[in-house]
């Protein structure tokens, strides 16, 4: 009996030495299956997700040679609005004082308010750390297609690249279409639609000044239509805007149903009938100016609200703005002629069978002296318009004897 009780002590023993290691295999077998799957499934996940630099902007697949460079990408300096954005900006250093100064490729897609806040940016240093050449920043506004294209290549012909830049406000899905050689290419903004006589024109205007004040060469900003011309060759109107204290943009006050008329009285306090102010649309100014107008709020969004049906909020916002504020560097006319002598709301159109040397002899030559600096001048105009599509020939005959360009 003694022996058997032995032998069975003996077995479970064995048994209890067996079944340990036993479920030790087992675990770690269970442990490292459990591993390997939860491996796949993080590995799947990380793989799965796209590397966004931003929200809403394109994400750069996770095999793309250039998402191991992501963090050398800041917010808003895009060298390009494609998947490679980030290949091109390690390639162009997006962080170098070059591409800060001024962008090579006008597309991006920040909305207004990201790009009003970037063009409202000013250094507090006056010396430049760089050679600063002037610029004269040409702005187009336009629904379609600009007419008088080769007229304007021509003007801008042989001149120096580093004194002009051009930039150009169309519907949003219009394409120029222009060559790689012209001047115009690649100079169409990120635009949105615009209303005849609604504040989306304001918008327009000063989203074109905010794209041209991310070049900080850009001295002199000009509003331009698709039916304007310019009068006098480049270095006319290089030398007498740059040479100029002022800005040219038209405000003046207007007693009538056109001028006073559209004030509304839910603009009180802040802006008073005696502030308000009209003017045409095609305007000229210098930088300084044009940074005030692109980071007001407060009165923009007055006009927004309260300037609406036929109160024509670009014939009044920058007048009444400006004179309010920043009257002492504004001349209060304008460096655009119009003529306004047929009545109703729509000037005179110069077509093809109007243009003759003495018309625009007499464009250029008003008859009258104009405030320039602190003296007065007989050049009042550098820019014309409304010129039909059919002045284009006739234009291109006779522009290099009378406008001499």
């Known amino acids: 009996m003694r022996a ?3 032998r069975d002590e003996l077995s479970k023993d064995l048994s209890a030495g067996v079944t ?9 077998v269970i442990g490292i299956v459990i591993g390997l799957a939860s491996s796949s499934h993080v590995d799947r996940y ?4 796209p590397y966004n630099l931003n929200r809403g902007r394109e994400s750069i697949p996770p095999n793309s040679p250039s998402t ?4 050398q990408t800041t917010y808003d300096q895009k060298c390009t609005t494609s998947t490679d954005i980030v290949t091109n900006c390690v390639k162009d250093e997006c962080l170098s004082m070059k591409s800060f100064l001024s ?3 006008l597309n991006h897609n920040m909305t207004d308010e990201e790009l009003f806040w970037r063009a409202s940016l000013v250094p507090d240093k006056a010396h430049y750390p760089f050679d600063r050449m002037p610029k004269l920043a040409f702005m187009f506004l336009t629904r379609g297609p600009l007419p008088f294209i080769p007229l304007w290549e021509r003007f801008f012909k042989g001149q120096d690249v580093r004194k002009y830049s051009i930039y150009v406000h169309t519907s949003p899905e219009f394409d120029l279409g222009v060559s790689n050689s012209s001047v115009f290419y690649n100079r169409q903004i ?25 070049d900080f060469s850009n001295e002199r900003f000009i509003l331009l239509s698709e039916s304007c011309i310019p009068i006098y060759n ?15 943009l038209d405000s003046y006050d207007d007693p009538s149903r056109y001028g006073r008329g559209r004030y509304n009285t839910y603009m009180k306090p802040e802006i008073r009938i005696r502030d308000w102010r009209k003017g045409s649309q095609w305007f000229e100014m210098h930088r300084a100016l044009a940074i005030k107008i692109i980071s007001d709020s407060k009165y923009y969004d007055l006009f927004k609200k309260y300037c609406t049906d036929d109160c024509y909020p670009d014939e009044h916002y920058m007048p009444t703005f400006v004179h309010m504020f920043y009257g002492e ?18 000037p005179v159109i110069f077509e093809g069978g109007n243009i003759t040397k003495g018309v625009l002899e007499s464009l250029r030559k008003s008859g009258k002296n104009c405030v320039y600096n602190k003296g007065t001048t007989d050049v009042c105009y550098l820019f014309a318009r409304k010129f039909d599509p059919s002045a284009l020939e006739p234009l291109l005959e006779i522009s290099s004897v009378v406008l001499e360009y």
């Open 20 to 28: 340990k290691p036993l479920c030790f295999l087992i675990v770690f």
């Open 46 to 49: 990380f793989t799965s997700q």
């Open 234 to 248: 480049f270095q006319k109107i290089y030398k007498y805007l740059t040479k100029s204290i002022y800005s040219y």
């Open 103 to 105: 962008q090579k490729n």
């Open 329 to 346: 560097l504004n001349s209060d006319r304008t460096v655009t002629y119009v003529d306004w002598s047929v009545g109703g709301p729509h």
């Open 4 to 6: 058997r009780t032995e």
């Open 68 to 71: 191991s460079s992501i963090t």
């Open 190 to 214: 990120p635009s949105q639609v615009v209303e005849w006589g609604t504040v989306s024109l304001v918008d327009a205007e000063r989203r074109l000044l905010s794209n041209a004040l991310l």
